[in-house]
């Protein structure tokens, strides 16, 4: 598990998010222009259940604590990108190639080993995670002190948290999404108030920066501005 201590915050965000940009995102956004953004307590998961949202509020508070001088994956509402994406073609893996055989053991240049799509993925891997925290601590995932959160999603990067081998790259999946969820256009759920840009002084979609080409080792003065126009 990434070692997302305050102080180490900042330098995982900027490397998280250069290499985002030079891989390019794992999955293939899709806009909902017509959904405003709304306050996290307040929303009404799409495709989640009750359960499963309240491990995913869980275990992503955990992934990008709120702990330390930058936003957390609550306050960048990453729970209501990733709820929306399996929602959406992402979830169902619209224009995926899933024909097996399937081998988990590959290595990511594979591309996706299982016959899952991501939604099915999270459906199933959530109450498989949620058994083995109860068969170790008699608590499922959310009950859990945040200390023992952390050990047990250890032990699910790990692979010491067995679950089916179809489950088994769970975490790095739901890693994966949580960063996406942080560093995406607020258009897509995530990224609230455009606190992730900020925080790491991304400009965002700003049109043009002619004015900047030649002013070499200044601080750019201006906040991030969003495909939509919206301004931080």
């Given at each position: ?13 900027l490397?998280?998010?250069?290499g ?58 990453v ?36 016959p ?8 199933k ?31 699910l ?15 790095a ?60």
């Open positions: 598990m990434p070692d997302l201590r305050p102080h180490s915050r900042r330098t995982f965000l490397a998280s998010s250069a985002m940009a030079l891989t390019g995102l794992a999955v293939p956004l899709r806009a909902n222009a017509k959904e405003a953004a709304v306050q996290l307590d307040k929303y009404e998961p799409v495709y989640f259940t009750p359960d499963e949202w309240s491990f995913v509020l869980a275990a992503t508070s955990r992934l990008i604590p709120s702990e330390g001088d930058g936003p957390g994956a609550l306050e960048a509402h729970p209501v990108f990733i709820d929306r994406e399996l929602a959406g073609e992402y979830g169902s893996a619209k224009d995926w190639y899933m024909q097996g055989p399937h081998d988990p053991t590959a290595s990511a240049d594979r591309g996706w080993q299982s899952l799509n991501p939604a099915e993925l999270y459906r891997a959530i109450p498989a995670f949620n058994a083995w925290c109860e068969s170790r601590w008699n608590k499922d995932f959310k009950s859990l002190p945040p200390e023992q959160q952390d050990e047990a999603l250890t032990a990067q790990k692979g010491e948290a067995k679950l089916a081998p179809e489950l088994s790259f769970f975490f999946t739901l890693l994966s999404n949580t960063k996406e969820g942080y560093f995406a256009d607020p258009m897509y759920g995530g990224n609230y108030g455009m606190q992730s840009w900020s925080y790491i002084g991304f400009p965002g979609a700003r049109a043009g920066f002619t004015e900047w080409v030649d002013q070499h080792n200044v601080k750019y003065p201006l906040g991030p501005v969003s495909i939509k126009g919206e301004r931080a």
